[in-house]
């Protein structure tokens, strides 16, 4: 009995040698970073279009959206956005700006955020099914940098939006085990 528990401690060590690293600790293995790396790059340009279209010139996208695989947490998408309507004092009408200037800006700046916020959940929940090299247990983080216009008025904006989901979540949206307003309760927004 006991050199059989021995071989089959024997067996369970050689075994666990031949995993890799990531899986001994219980992580998921690597995907396929070629493929996903197409993926990524596909679901790049939905995100730019979506902002494009949201957002209309001058307003709209600054800096393109690049992807980003981080091994245990999953793919996070960067870009950076405009949404600032002040008017920016030059050379040609250095008047400066007004109270009513500046409070309307941020009104809208607010509702623009507002909409970015109902955007990108949506955004996930429509293109990110292509993602599927990617794990269940990962994550899909997009990260909106927030363009401010400095001013000599103190307005206190947030910088970034950032959109968390789990892919296991959008799994089951894609799957119809739960519907899109529980997704939404899922997916974290924080705004800092």
Known sequence: MASKIRALALALLVGCAALPPSRLAGQSALPDLTA????MKVFDAVVDQTVSQTFTAP???LEK??????PDFGLVFSLEVNLSPMRLPNPFDPRPLTPAEIDRAQQAERDRIALLKQTIP???ADHATGLHELDSAAYVAVVVHLFQVETAAE??????LVVQAKKSDLDQFWD?????PQLVARIKILQM
Do not use: C, D, V
Not at 36 to 39: D, E, N, S, T
Not at 65 to 70: F, I
Not at 155 to 160: S, T
């Open 36 to 39: 996903l790396k197409g993926q």
């Open 59 to 61: 307003f709209g996208l």
């Open 65 to 70: 959206t690049q992807g980003a695989y981080l």
């Open 122 to 124: 949506r955004l996930l």
């Open 155 to 160: 307005i206190e904006l947030p910088g970034q």
């Open 176 to 180: 119809k085990k739960i519907s899109y």
